[in-house]
């Protein structure tokens, strides 16, 4: 009894400490880890990196997951399809080479914005980012008032 309580034990704790990894016995499946978030098509390739790289990172298993984007000096030029985020919360784009923010007016639950280093953004694009946002976006000073 004792040796079986004990083999028990020690497949619970081999188990636990591969949740990352498919675990296999006799070639059945024991135990498969939930895939990552793959359900999103992005045209530009820095933005496409830097989701693929958060996704990694975050272990995101469903769009909705993802809250914070973090993608500064990635060469980033269009932000078409980031809209699969809907609950992005906190994206820094910073130093990129956006022109065309206007994706960013329909996250609903954006707080924070970081746009500096972008040089070529429409100021009138900014100012309606500034009207919806809690807190100002962060952007160049090229649209001062």
């Known amino acids: 009894m004792r040796t079986k309580n004990l083999l028990a034990g020690l497949v619970i704790l081999l188990l636990a400490g591969c949740e ?55 060469g980033i030029e269009t932000l078409s399809g980031l809209g699969r985020f809907t609950q992005l919360k906190t994206i820094n784009l910073a130093n990129n080479q956006l022109k065309n923010i206007k994706p960013l007016l329909f996250f609903g639950q954006l707080q924070r914005l970081d746009l500096s280093g972008n040089l070529h953004l429409d100021c009138a694009d900014i100012k309606a980012l500034t009207d919806l946002l809690p807190t100002a976006p962060i952007t160049s000073p090229s649209c001062s008032d």
């Open 20 to 74: 990352n990894y498919q675990v296999t016995l006799n070639q059945r499946e024991l135990y498969s880890p939930p895939a990552l978030f793959t359900d999103y098509q992005l045209t530009d390739a820095g933005l496409r990196a830097c989701i693929r790289q958060t996704i990694i990172d975050q272990s995101i298993l469903s769009a909705e997951q993802l809250t914070t984007l973090v993608c500064t000096y990635s």
